[in-house]
């Protein structure tokens, strides 16, 4: 069977107005509509003169409700405001407000200034304790003397086929806007 009516028929039924019907039954971005007689969703088809396309309901019994003229008293934004209002009417109130206010928890006071860290004690060095140290330090320094040569010298020397973050591409010299 054809989508398209080409029948001028009307079935001699009074013009059905959109904002008559339920909201969740029309569909403005399809141009359909769910025939009031048979529950089905059944197209709108013409230009000037809408009508629903004609259709069977069952095998070959035609509903009354095809070839039906439509007035269009309903504006887009009107009839997305009341399917809205439908659906928001469809929720219980329970489900459209929190059951309880949550508040953020208050942090703990913060405890004295002079209990929250433990001062270091203040130790003086007598001058053959401080002679003592320094001599501690210079043995150090001499075990690991030749090593630290040996890394900086190592360092120094350039590495065969790498490219460091030094001796990488090039920076541009100039300023480099973009093309418009």
Known sequence: MSTRTRS????????????????????????????????????IVGTTDLKLVGHERGKSD?????????????TPDRWLARLRRQQLDALSPETRRAATQHYKPVPAQPGPVHLMAASR????????QRIEQARKRMEQWKKLQDEVKDANGRR???????????????????????AA
């Open 156 to 178: 120094a020397e350039p590495l065969v086929g790498a490219v460091g973050p030094i001796r990488g591409i090039e920076v541009p010299k100039k300023t480099l806007h973009p």
């Open 121 to 128: 004690p203040e130790v003086e060095y007598t001058a053959g």
């Open 8 to 43: 001028r028929r009307t079935y001699g039924r009074a013009p059905l107005k959109l904002s008559s019907l339920n909201p969740a039954n029309i569909n403005l971005a399809q141009a359909s509509i769910v025939c009031p007689e048979c529950d089905t969703w059944r197209r």
């Open 62 to 74: 035609r509903c009354p409700g095809g070839n039906r003229q439509f007035e269009v008293d309903l």
